[in-house]
């Protein structure tokens, strides 16, 4: 048993240095490739992506003040704010995503934290009605206490995303309303609770190349891996403090994801939102970097995501497809 658990863990670290992780995401393209590749390859099927479907479960009127975020109250966007979906509602496109091949569905709110009373008891409801399509249930709702984090559990929530978007440094460039200890903190809470952990973060919000190596450093030092890491690219949107950022380069994408699947190399490392501004080609490299899941159907939670024909097709051009199990 033990020499069991030793050979899944091996090659698994939680101590990566600033220096090493730099090394690794700065060097050669084509050896980063390779060296992502070979990682990914000892503990993925190469040609395999998972598909997650995204639903807004309640939309805008948040109180947080996200720079990224087109559903904070704070900023003038063209969201239209929405309470809280009946449980029907959701589980009717959870069928759909499932329909469409996707093995997990992700509810997503726009709050602070989890209200309590009837709000919290119809979310339960949504998971344990996720579950029973025999789907992964995923939710991201902000900030968890135990009991709630307790309560997901027992309806049989799979995981919890909490992003922590970027380092500790800078965060407070983006997000006052909360601290990088209130995020690790209810990812604590997650563990704790035995659902698995999403966490991972954006690129382009105007970080440098430094902010990302404390990111990964951050993510990879979580014991054990979260294991569903996104990647995202910023969706700059109209209204938002970020709205006129310039755009990344995509080639940071690929390094970032590449980065991700060396350090973390047991995780799911998820191509999230940007897909739309990527060209094809930009996608595939994203995969050769060891990205092996992606958010599928033409809405992330508020912006648009390429339409599932457009996925279809280039998921056969390059002779990938979808995992067919749930985990
Ligand atoms: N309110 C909850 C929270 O912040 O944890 C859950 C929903 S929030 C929209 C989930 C994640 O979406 C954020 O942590 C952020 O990483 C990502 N996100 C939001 N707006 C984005 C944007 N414009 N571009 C890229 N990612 C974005
Ligand atoms: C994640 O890291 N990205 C997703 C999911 N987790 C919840 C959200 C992306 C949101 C993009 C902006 C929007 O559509 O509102
Ligand atoms: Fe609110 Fe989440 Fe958007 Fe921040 S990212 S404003 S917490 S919905």
Redo the contacts with the bound molecule.
Sequence with gaps: MVLMIMSVEAGVRHDWTLDEIESIYRAPLPDLIFRAQTVHREHHRADEVQGCVLLSIKTGG?P?D?A????SARYHTEVQRRELLSVDETLAAAGRARDQGATRFCM?????DVPGGPQFERVLAMVRGVRELGMEACC???MLNDTQAEALAGAGLSAY???L?TSPEFYGEIISTRTYDDRLLTLARVRRAGITVCS???IGMGEDRPVRYRLLQQLSSLDPHPESV?V??????EG?PLADRPPEDPLELVRMIAAARILMPASFVRL???RLSLSQEAQALCFLAGANSVFLGDKL?T?PNPEMDTDRALFDKLGMRLRAHAV
């Design positions: 948040c947080e996200c990224y975020c087109p559903q997503g709110a726009a709050w602070r991201t709702l902000g995303n909490h992003n978007d991972g973060g954006i996104p995202n690219l910023l969706v700059r949107v938002t999230s939102a940007g939670l912006t």
